[in-house]
Every structure is written in C-alpha cells, then in structure tokens.
C-alpha cells in the first residue's frame, strides 16, 4: 500500500510561480468585466495556409481547405488558430510580403472564403488570430510601385526607406546592413530617366520594402487595415517583426548580425544596435491597443519579437502594449535541463512582473522542426534548415524527445503554440532537391542556409490517398516523403501511444488540470537525490539529478517530471501516471528492487498525480 505522498513547501530558492490567471488585477491585463480573458491560457494552432489542405487540387493549400478541415482543431482540443498571411501576395516569402493587405490572394481564395472560414471557426468554438505584416509590404504593393514611379524626395517615397548611396556617384549602400535572408538589406532602383538612383532598405527579400514608421500615412493606414479585420470578426493579430518597425535615426552603420527566431540569453551581448527593438515601437502598440480595446470582445494582439532578455521582450507586454509575446527563448534552450529551466524561471518572472501570462512555443514555420532538432547530435543547435548532405536527424530518438518537449511545454502555466503537423511527430523534410526550394533565405545565401522549406512541407492526411490527403490531385507545391504514410493523421487515430493520440490527450488533461492557468513550483525535493526523492534506477547517488538533468515541478495537482538524462530515474512511490511521452515506458522498478516505483526512462516525460 501507499500513500499519496506529501506536499512539502518549495525549498527555499527553488523558485515558484503564482498561478498564470491569478494574482492581483492589473489594469489592462485583467478583464473589466469578470471575463476570463481567453488567451492568458489558451493552446493556438498554427495554420501555413500553403499546406494545411488543398480543396482545389492545383497542389497548393487554401482557405476553403482550411474551413473544411476546422474540425480536425477541435477533436485535437486547441482554443484557437494562427493563420499565416492568405493576403495578396507575390509570394515571394510564402505570402510575407503583402501587396495588399485588405484581399486574400486568388491562390488562397477569396474573401468570402476568409468569411466563411472565420464564421465557421466561430460555430466550431475556435477563436481566429490572423497575421500582420507591418515591417514591409510587398514590392508589388501600390505604394511600392508609386514610390518607384515618383522621384526622390517625394510624398511617395516618404513612406518606404529610399536613401542616396554613398560613394562618389552614390554607388555603395547607404549603411552597412545586411538582409536577415542573406545579402545587402539595400537594393539600389533606377530613376525615371533610367539612371541608376535612391537606394531602399529591405530587412528581408529584396521584393520586401521596409516601411517608414515615422510616416503618419503608415500608421493611419495599417490601423486602417487592423479595423478592416477586426470588423469582419477575426479574434487578434499575430504581429510580424513587431520589434523592427522603428529604426535608429540616421540608420547608423552596425557590425551585428541578426538571424531569425533568436531568442538565446546571449543574443544581444551588446544590446539591440539600430535595427530591432527601438523604444519607438512601444508607441504603436500602445495606439494599437486602444483600437483593439474600442472594439467589443476581447481580440488581442501578439509580438513576434527575436529580443533578449526575457526581461526586454516583456516590455511589449505590459498592460497596455501586446498581450502576448512569443517565447522563443524556450525554443532555442533545445533538449537541456538546465537551460530550459533558466528560460522557465526567466520567462515566468520576466511576464509576470507586467501581468502577462507565458507563452511557449517549439516549432514554427520558420524553424527545423522539433522532431528533427531534438534528433541532432547537439539537440540545443537549430541549423537554418537541412540538406540531404548535412547531418540527418536520428528520427526515432527526434521523435521520442519530440514528444517529451511537448508534455513538458503543456504542462507548463501560461499560453502553447503549436505548430501543424507537430502533433503527428512530423519531422523536417531533409531531404528536399534545391530545384524544388522556395525560400528566399536558400537562395540568397546561395544555398549556405538550407532554407525553412523542409518544415513547410504539406501534412499527411491519409495514408492511401493522393498527396497523402492533403490534395485531391496529388499534387503538392512542395514534395511529401513517402515515409510519411506511416505519420498520416488516419493511421495515428485511436492508436495509443501514437504522438497524435498523445498530444490529444495532453490537451485534454493540459484542460481538465487547469495547468495553463495554473502556477508552477520546483519540485526539488523530489530531485535532490535524498530521502524519497526520485531516483536514478542504475547506480545510487545520481550525478546526472545533480546535474538538471531531470526537470521535476509541480502544478497544481499534478506532478511533471522531465528526464533529459541517459539513465532511468523512478518516481516515489505514491504517484499515478496520468500521461507519458512514451506509453510503454513507465512500469513498476520491481526488478531493481525499488518496488511499486514507476521508472521514468531518458528522454521521457511524465505527469502524475498522486494516487495510485
Ligand atoms: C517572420 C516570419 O515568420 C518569416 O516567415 C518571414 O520571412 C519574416 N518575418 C519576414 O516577414
């Protein structure tokens, strides 16, 4: 027999956090009205249009696809949606840059596909975040093409980032910045009278102008395109680049070097220089909140911001700024005990401290994806994609900390974004031909960086079909790998064990729990080593515990337990295994003697409650 074990208090310095939705009232943050503010705890699933799921069968994903498919978010048990942009677009950087940000492209559908989506998802309980790409517009956005037509110095040009050259005959760039995609951030235009001129500032792909955020046109009109979605019913914005808006005055030289989705502690070790993260941004997140606040409901406003410390990146989510940030420090600790704890203890500390709850996130479209991350030899690196000639994955062990990652993430308190596909165990497309690549970032780099396709790849649906399900035709923009017929959702449904059959059941668990309002406490006691702590299987006192390699902590009553070690640890006994990473995994130690133990094995995670 045993007994539920008791609850001693954190020891000191061992870290706790309130509870994510509770705590005193902040204004801004707390709602006015009792509400339960949707997002301070909600798990949002984020949609790549482009392969989600093509209705027309012409290889591409699109919104009709989409709508049709809404069902498969709720038996999954998210709260809500992330679209990438379905905007008109050149696609130049898989629809980043925008020609017009009031039309979805003839490519997604139309309109009236935007509505019915957005009116389905409302029937279907799903709330609906849509992308805004304030940085930069599209080359072929009006405004570009008038600035290109109008001379320097124009009204026209005043809006985008034109500059002389300098150099004798303004030759060189204006400064010395280069384009996060790879290159020159500056591409040089030819004038009217077909002399080479001005020169433009474009963080990213040459076809992606940077706007001028100090020009009252720019913000009036991107306002403008916030009420024109507010009014057709979407439930918030997730904002690209929203650190890069405002640049340095006088757009300085600068030696730093800036890579997408950084959020490592030692990414700024000489502070943001003149391009990210100015202070004249917050000014546009403070107007933009007021805007949100004068519609009724509760829509809400989130930064894709690469800044570090997590102390700076909580500046965008004061109570009257965003109301979430993306949290890709947890992203960038990798598979690593202590580090994915110091990114926990800052993050927590950093958001609570302005009233903010946590947001956690894996994967995304612009990263390899974590099943395939976690598989490296160093599962902390994040390479900008892969090739076929670079180190593969070892995809079963990818997998198996794939799903830990997850459990660990569910279960902490705040917000969860996923990623589609993650929740089949896809894992990165590493072997994908450079012919068939789109991303810019390959290309500019002259193929130094592989590039983000490999995660972009369009989901398997059903194993016998054409283009696994995911297009009527077969035909897909991108091509799937044949393994993937043993990943496709209808094969994993009602499969125990199965990472679509996990990830469902943590979300419902994640619910039933209250985790992600929940508050989080260290258990180190348990991990200490000493007493009826937990314990490495093999061999006694256990370095590896003393190490963090084994992340323990409690939320409310459930007791989550990360082994990022290479050898077995047992909970004490007096605990049921709710949930883990690796069905077949837990089970009583009896044959190492510590019986009615149940053994956490590498690379696992389990929660708990006590019981047994
Ligand atoms: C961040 C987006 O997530 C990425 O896909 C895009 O390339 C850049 N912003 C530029 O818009």
């Not at 929740?423 to 960086?449: I, K, S």
């Amino acid at each position: 027999m045993t007994t539920p074990p008791p609850r001693p208090a954190a020891p000191a310095g061992s870290g706790s956090h309130a509870p994510a939705g509770g705590g005193a009232r902040v204004p801004g943050q707390t709602g006015d009205d009792g509400a339960r503010q949707w997002w301070r705890d909600a798990v949002v699933y984020q949609v790549y249009p482009r392969s989600f799921a093509d209705s027309d069968g012409d290889g591409m994903g699109d919104l009709p696809g989409i709508t049709a498919r809404l069902d498969h978010l709720v038996e999954l048990g998210v709260d809500a949606l992330w679209l990438s942009p379905f905007y008109r677009s050149p696609q130049a950087d898989g629809g980043y840059d925008v020609a017009d940000y009031r039309a979805v492209d003839p490519l997604f559908g139309t309109l009236a596909d935007a509505d019915a989506l957005l009116a389905r998802a409302r029937d279907l309980g799903l709330r609906v975040i849509v992308d805004l790409v304030p940085n930069h517009t599209s080359d072929e956005h009006a405004w570009f093409v008038a600035a290109l037509a109008a001379a320097p110095g124009s009204p026209e040009r005043s809006r985008y980032l034109f500059r002389d050259g300098r150099g004798t005959d303004g030759e060189l760039p204006p400064n010395n910045w280069r384009s996060i995609l790879g290159g020159p951030a500056w591409t040089r235009v030819r004038e009217a009278d077909g002399r080479p001129g001005q020169w433009y500032l474009h963080l990213f792909d040459a076809k992606q102008p940077d706007l001028d955020w100090t020009n009252p046109q720019v913000r009036a009109e991107l306002e403008d395109v916030l009420r024109f979605w507010l009014e057709r019913g979407v439930d918030g914005f997730r904002v690209d680049v929203a650190h890069g808006l405002i640049k340095a005055d006088g757009l300085p030289d600068w030696d730093g070097q800036v890579a997408m989705v950084d959020g490592a502690d030692d990414a700024w070790p000489e502070g943001p220089g003149p391009i990210f993260d100015q202070e004249g941004v917050h000014e546009v997140y403070r107007s933009w909140r007021r805007l949100l606040d004068s519609f009724p409901g509760e829509q809400v406003l989130v930064a894709e911001a690469w800044v570090d410390p997590p102390a700076r990146l909580a500046r965008y989510v004061r109570p009257d700024e965003m109301h979430q940030a993306f949290n890709f420090a947890f992203l960038a600790a990798g598979w690593d005990g202590p580090a994915l704890r110091r990114v926990v203890d800052s993050s927590l500390a950093a958001n609570g401290a302005v009233g903010a709850t946590t947001t956690w996130v894996l994967s995304n479209h612009d990263v390899v994806r974590h099943a395939s991350r976690l598989g490296l030899s160093d599962p902390t690196h994040r390479p900008p994609g892969i090739g076929p000639g670079d180190e593969q994955p070892d995809a079963a062990l990818g997998l198996r900390r794939a799903l830990a990652a997850t459990l660990l993430m569910l279960a902490l308190p705040g917000s969860a974004y996923l990623y589609q596909g993650e929740e089949l165990g896809l894992p990165e497309h590493t072997a994908l031909d450079d012919d068939v690549r789109q991303d810019p970032a390959f290309w500019r780099t002259g193929g130094a960086e592989r590039g983000r396709d490999g995660c972009r790849v369009p989901l398997p649906w059903q194993a016998d079909a054409p283009a696994f399900g995911f297009s009527p035709t077969g035909a897909t923009w991108l091509p799937q790998p044949a393994a993937w017929a043993a990943l496709a959702l209808d094969g994993q449904r009602g499969r125990a064990g199965s990472p679509y059959e996990t990830y469902r059941a943590a979300l419902a668990l994640r619910r039933a729990h209250g985790l992600g309002s929940g508050g989080l406490t260290w258990a180190d006691e348990l991990v200490s080593g000493v007493g009826d702590g937990l314990r490495g299987v093999v061999g006694g006192a256990d370095d590896e515990l003393d190490a963090g390699k084994v992340l323990a902590f409690r939320n409310g009553d459930v007791l989550v337990v990360a082994n990022l070690g290479t050898r077995p640890v047992a909970l004490p006994t007096g605990w049921r295994v709710l949930l883990a990473s690796d069905a077949t995994a837990p089970g009583p130690a009896s044959s190492d003697g510590i019986d009615e133990r149940l053994v956490i094995q590498p690379d696992t995670t389990v929660w708990a409650v006590p019981g047994r």
